[in-house]
T-cell receptor, first 111, second 115 residues
Framework: AQRVTQPEKLLSVFKGAPVELKCNYSYSGSPELFWYVQYSRQRLQLLLRHISRESIKGFTADLNKGETSFHLKKPFAQEEDSAMYYCALSGGSSNTGKLIFGQGTTLQVKP | NAGVTQTPKFQVLKTGQSMTLQCAQDMNHEYMSWYRQDPGMGLRLIHYSVGAGITDQGEVPNGYNVSRSTTEDFPLRLLSAAPSQTSVYFC??????????????FGPGTRLTVT
């Protein structure tokens, strides 16, 4: 079964500290993984996707197929990074457009 | 472009009442979907559509109906509201593909309370 697990409901760090939001997935084929972010009073929006292999707002995420993980990292957290972060999975080559989301992690960056 | 729009923003229903949550997009996206967002549960897929006239069930379809008569609109109907349907509902759209996924664009959400 397809499943995305984000083990932390809340991650609280101080400004300038490194951040790692964990995401593990369960999928038998070749999945596509995404990180979506929801800032306060804003819509859910795409942050990054593993296919692009890019850094957005200083965040990076590497797909580790051996550990079935797609952790989101940033070396130095900023207060404006405070938001809800969702890891999501899509079905790769058998994709129908559906996304499976994790439970979400609230990142709180303290001054 | 307005993107994905949802109405209403807030709604309070009594148990047993029915209502329709509206969703529209002006990006000519084939794929549209409805999610509900609950604390600790993340976003769960209710129904989705890969084009006009085609709909399918997601993870939590019970108690909800959808139809897709046009590319632009994808309304979600609650047949007989129950307190368990208290949630925030999000509509999303994207280009449809059987290959790599496109970005999904989300609406602002509808906060529904059933008493």
């Amino acid at each position: 079964a397809q499943r995305v697990t984000q083990p932390e409901k809340l991650l609280s760090v101080f400004k300038g500290a490194p951040v790692e939001l964990k995401c593990n997935y369960s999928y038998s084929g070749s999945p596509e993984l995404f990180w979506y972010v929801q800032y306060s009073r804003q819509r859910l929006q795409l942050l990054l996707r593993h296919i692009s292999r890019e850094s957005i707002k200083g965040f990076t995420a590497d797909l580790n197929k051996g550990e079935t993980s797609f952790h989101l990292k940033k070396p130095f957290a900023q207060e404006e990074d405070s938001a809800m972060y969702y890891c999501a999975l899509s079905g790769g080559s058998s994709n129908t457009g559906k996304l499976i989301f994790g439970q979400g992690t609230t990142l709180q960056v303290k001054p | 472009n307005a993107g994905v729009t949802q109405t209403p923003k807030f709604q309070v229903l009594k148990t047993g009442q029915s209502m329709t949550l509206q969703c529209a997009q002006d990006m000519n996206h084939e794929y549209m979907s409805w999610y509900r967002q609950d604390p600790g549960m993340g976003l769960r897929l209710i129904h989705y559509s890969v084009g006009a006239g085609i709909t399918d069930q997601g993870e939590v379809p019970n108690g909800y109906n959808v139809s897709r008569s046009t590319t632009e609109d994808f309304p979600l109907r609650l047949l007989s509201a129950a307190p368990s349907q208290t949630s925030v509902y999000f509509c999303a759209s994207s280009y449809f593909t059987s290959g790599p996924s496109y970005e999904q664009y989300f609406g602002p959400g509808t906060r529904l309370t059933v008493t």
